[in-house]
């Protein structure tokens, strides 16, 4: 009799005790399983516990855990960075590599009124590329026709011509090619298109002094050759 009470007893604090580590649980879903169709333990992948093979998130919504989803350009870009192809013209670096989405291009032209000089332009990828263009901006001042003192390009892929079957390599390529035929007509320089238009030599002769770091048009460039 004084082993069957003392068991009681002993249940029946064990019972109080799980009742109280059950209060405390903060209303936590306990899985009951059976022990004879699974016998695997939770399992942790990727910020994620797996349950008998279910999925369930670890941590609060848009925690650590969970991966960043990635926008369309980010997805093109990878594509396009791997068929690049700008040759001893145009080189493409990546300041931080783990963000393909900015990165640089320095155009050096081999011939044309610019030859000798080096121009970087830097490139963000929008969140909807392809549907929209890049954003290109010059952080070497130039004078020339379709590049005005800000560092904007008027380069018509760049705006109206856009279409999502194009990629980074045509925008490089039209800036190389701004460099070999400039476009007089779809200026941002008017000043320098004007002269461009009407007085190649000139034109000519005011591009060689703002390469040697001239002053001209009340800017000072820097010099490039």
């Known amino acids: 009799m ?18 109280k580590a059950e209060a405390e649980g903060g209303g936590d879903v306990q899985m009951e399983t059976n022990t004879e169709s699974s016998s695997a333990a939770p399992v942790e992948d990727g910020g994620q516990v797996k349950i008998f093979g279910l999925g369930r998130a670890k941590g609060k919504k848009g925690g650590k855990g969970r991966t960043k989803k990635r926008t369309p350009g980010e997805i093109r870009i990878q594509k396009d ?28 032209p081999d011939t044309g009124y610019w030859k000798g000089a080096k121009y970087f332009f830097t490139f963000s990828i929008p969140p909807l590329y392809p549907h929209e263009p890049p954003k290109v901006h010059c952080e070497t001042q130039i004078y020339h ?81």
Do not use: H, M
């Open 81 to 108: 960075i791997a068929e690049l192809d700008g040759g001893k013209i145009a080189v493409v670096t990546f300041p931080n590599p783990n963000d393909l989405t900015k990165f640089n291009v320095e155009v050096s």
């Open 145 to 225: 026709p379709n590049i005005n003192t800000e560092g904007n390009v008027c380069l018509n892929i760049l705006r109206e011509d856009w279409k999502p079957v194009l990629d980074i390599n045509a925008v490089i390529y039209g800036l190389c090619f701004l460099f070999y035929e400039p476009n007089p007509d779809d200026p941002l320089n008017r000043e320098a298109a004007d002269l461009y238009r009407n007085n190649r030599p000139q034109f000519e002769r005011t591009v060689q002094r703002c390469l040697k770091g001239g002053y001209v048009g009340g800017i000072t460039y820097p010099q490039l050759i």
């Open 2 to 19: 004084i082993r069957l009470k003392r068991k009681q007893e002993d249940e029946q604090k064990k019972n109080e005790e799980e009742a």
